[in-house]
């Protein structure tokens, strides 16, 4: 089976989409021996600078994948203009690209940027492939939710083409059933079409660590209480609350708010707790792959907060990777969020109210003050996590692409 995906952010990208992508790409090639191709941009993430080519498309090979490289500007991603500018150039590369893919059987489209479906689909009918639409975010409520954004026309644009890519995809994968609802619901996609695979974590890789690891230790945090976002600092995630909820907790000295990542509203946040003097929230970058457990090992709990109004638009992927590491969350989402479903059915965290720093400090202090409580949340975690890993997900992939392609199954 020959597969093609269309997505800018991909190896050597630490954003999640990207990272996800690339375990699925690698998956498929190694474990089903598919023929796997990427349309991918340059990283805007990658922990080093990687080697650019002069041509608008460069043909990479890694781990048995062949990556497209299409140019794009790799402009910070903290103004509209500078994401937009990222968008169309990767956009306007990626169209080249297309030219290359061959004769793929399954093209895959996922939605960053939102426009690249548009792409992807002209290709899928050129070539006679398949086309699955892989929606990581729905499209135009993300965008109306972005503080720097209001621009009715474009939403307008953007929700069409939502639409069109729901109504002409063989198969639409949402990535939570929340997300299912609001595309069948909200946006008419045909509910036989609509498939649920959630985003996942390897289980082999992220383990309960000992928090008395290197990472802990270099940052003098193996002996606080560390409550952790880890991910995208971005406009969705709803972080200033964080801010607020940690100057409520500035006197419960072992107590250390850390953010982990990368994204839009860093700079904001950190200017924010400087400013508020507040020494217990600390900044790191995105941490390698290879060390990723050892930050994860080093939180006693972790942060999984987003806008009001925004869940189902959006399903935060961290969450699957929390649950690897056995720890406990505060889920500061709207209770139908997925996030909010698992921790009560599983008794793997606690609630607070979107957007309320006293909920938010109040629920962190409940893991705080009760360790015994939050282990045994943790291991309910570690439990629940199996359900999505990495290997369960990569074969309902490869499962649906058979069946989408009406192709023979790999021996």
Request: with cysteine; charged share 25%.
């Amino acid at each position: 089976m020959k597969v093609c995906f269309f997505n800018r952010s991909y190896w050597p990208d630490q954003a999640a989409t990207g990272q996800l992508l690339t375990e699925l790409a690698e998956d498929l090639v190694a474990r089903f021996g598919c023929e796997v191709t990427v349309v991918a941009g340059r990283a805007l993430h990658a922990s080093q600078e990687r080697g650019r080519s002069v041509w608008p498309v460069a043909r990479e090979q890694h781990h048995g994948v062949t990556i497209l490289r299409a140019a794009s500007t790799t402009l910070p991603p903290a103004r509209f203009a500078a994401r937009v500018t990222n968008y169309l150039s990767y956009t306007a590369s990626a169209a080249l690209a297309s030219l290359q893919i061959g004769r793929p059987d399954i093209i895959v489209s996922l939605t960053d940027p939102p426009i690249i479906g548009r792409l992807a689909l002209a290709a899928a009918r050129r070539t006679g492939a398949r086309f699955v639409f892989l929606c990581e975010d729905v499209f135009p409520e993300v965008a109306q939710l972005l503080e720097d954004f209001h621009n009715p026309l474009v939403n307008r644009s953007l929700d069409r083409l939502n639409r069109t890519l729901l109504r002409e995809a063989d198969a639409v994968v949402a990535i939570g059933e929340r997300m299912r609802e609001r595309l069948v619901e909200e946006k008419g996609a045909d509910p036989s079409r609509v498939h649920v695979i959630h985003n996942w974590a390897d289980c082999d890789a992220i383990q309960p660590g000992d928090k008395n690891n290197a990472f802990a230790r270099a940052h003098g945090l193996a002996d606080k209480f560390v409550v952790m976002h880890s991910g995208n600092v971005g406009l969705s995630q709803n972080l200033g609350v964080v801010i607020d909820a940690a100057e409520r907790l500035r006197a419960h000295d072992r107590l250390v708010v850390a953010i982990v990542g990368d994204g839009a509203q860093r700079e904001r946040l950190e200017r924010a707790a400087t400013e508020r003097h507040l020494t217990n929230v600390r900044f790191f970058p995105y941490q390698k792959k290879e060390r990723l457990h050892e930050s994860f090992a080093t939180a006693d709990a972790f942060l999984v907060s987003l806008r009001p109004g925004i869940e189902g638009y959006i399903v935060p992927s961290k969450l699957y990777t929390i649950l690897a590491a056995g720890r406990p969350f505060v889920a500061a989402v709207d209770p139908s969020c997925e996030v909010a479903r698992l921790a009560i059915e599983h008794r793997c965290g606690v609630l607070a109210a979107p957007g309320d720093a006293d909920a938010l400090a109040s629920a962190i202090l409940t893991l705080h003050d009760d360790p015994a409580m939050a282990r045994a949340m943790g291991a309910r975690a570690r439990e629940l996590a199996w359900r999505f890993d990495r290997r369960a997900a990569a074969q309902a992939y490869y499962e649906l692409f058979v069946r989408v392609g009406q192709l023979e199954r790999a021996a």
